[in-house]
């Protein structure tokens, strides 16, 4: 299961997402500020999002509110310190899935997340994507070409589909390590091009222009 958790106290967060990854297994991205976190969440596929009320830039309600006005669908947690009738009412209201007051038993976290994952969430219009003869499903996490499966590596496909989200537009390498491993990875830009190199071998068909395009100096587009 991958989770989006956005929780601005260092202590907390860290704790959270240790917790998520080594007790439940789950893969986990944790960011600090409501913005980062609405990108993230508007760009890429997560089971579960897990927003604290108070966040920097942008506060997880006012999140919750921009994702749900965007179509999002997915499973959202509101985290908060807040636990009067109204406040709980302004976050369900907000477009959120459930809340949980601080301070909160880890077990119950857990279970509520469990809870979350299950629900049949309709899927976006944009979970299926159709590109000339190749099919991406970003809930399967599969790759088609004319029927025949294209098998991509994890990291693979989360590239691809980081390119196909933002078709014609320039993505730089250190947006891309970023999006991809985190902003605390050991990773350079070197492993960026190695990545779309081996990307391309699977997507390109012989003989015709690559639908990776190289922006010398700057990044990589999507193009069809």
Known sequence: MKILLAEDDHRLGKLLEHM?????GYNVEWYTNGRDAFEYARDSHYDVLILDWMLPELDGISVCQKLRQNGYTGAILILTAKDNVMD????????????LTKPFEFEELFARIRVLSRRNYAPLQEDVVIF?????????????????????????????????????????????????????????????DAYIRL?????????????ICNIRGVGYSFET
């Open 20 to 24: 998520l990854k080594r007790k439940e």
């Open 88 to 99: 709980r009412v302004k976050g369900l209201d907000s477009g959120a899935d459930d809340y």
């Open 132 to 192: 000339g003869n190749l099919t991406m499903d970003r809930i399967k996490h599969t790759l088609h070409r004319n029927g025949v499966e294209i098998s991509l590596t994890p990291k693979e496909f989360q590239l691809l589909d980081l390119l196909i989200r933002n078709k014609g537009k320039v993505l730089t390498r250190e947006v891309i390590l970023d999006r991809i491993w985190g902003y605390n990875a050991e990773v350079t830009s070197n492993s960026v």
């Open 199 to 211: 990307l391309r071998k699977k997507v390109d068909e012989e003989g015709k222009k690559t639908i």
